[in-house]
């Protein structure tokens, strides 16, 4: 990311000497300017991040481990049981460009974490130039790079209920065998880094599996 002085003094040098950098030959605000990635000129052609320079990442969206745990417990006539499942070993390719486009809604870690610095006014409370992604509005920042590759390793709770079974000497006088009431939830939450909205369905969707809760009764007669 060209983040000081220095960088655009270096941006401004390699134009001189007849570079480009992913066709954009021009420093300007809506062109080349504080706050846009450099991608690398792989096969040295002097473009800097064209569809030429790009090559496999040796990366899989396809799990190489899925696995899932049934935990379960009882006290009394109380009992709990839980469902986690998980998948690790992949990787997902989240494009999150949309976002710096002005008139586009941007994600909560991306208003928390982007660039900013202005030359004219350094002092401007809003400067951040150690943030972990590009500025907002800037152009330069989709082509198609590991810069947007994430981890999509995840452990999610899928399911977790909690019953409560009335005694026999109770149920037995109303000629039922068992009666049980139980509370349950449904992806209740995920642990992943993956920044997205859900590893688990991946990069297609732009709404998370639903919350559900439930609460329910079982009968025996």
Known sequence: IIRTEQDMAWVK???AAGNKFNGVTSVKKDQLWYGAIIYQDT?????????NDQDF?????????????NLSASYKNFDFYALLSGAAG????????????????????LADSHYYYDPTS???????????????????TGAGSDFWEYKGDYIK?????????????????????????????????????FPGMDPE?????????????????????
């Open 122 to 140: 350094p002092e401007d409370l809003k400067t951040d130039i150690n943030a972990k992604y590009p500025r907002l509005g800037g152009k330069n």
């Open 201 to 221: 369905i991946g990069t297609s969707v732009t709404y998370p599996l639903m919350k559900q809760y439930a609460f329910g009764l079982q009968l025996t007669f």
């Open 157 to 193: 709770l899928k399911n977790i209920q909690l019953g409560y079974t009335l005694p026999k000497n109770i149920t037995s006088k109303a000629k039922i065998e068992r009666m049980r009431f139980y509370l349950s939830a449904d992806n209740i939450c995920t642990w992943t880094e």
């Open 57 to 69: 990442t040796g990366h899989s969206s396809t799990p190489k481990f899925n696995f899932g745990f």
């Open 13 to 15: 040098m390699m134009l």
């Open 90 to 109: 992949f990787y997902l390719y989240w494009q999150t460009a949309p976002s710096f486009i002005p008139g586009y809604n941007t994600y909560q870690f």
């Open 43 to 51: 096969n040295g052609d002097g473009n800097y991040g064209d569809s």
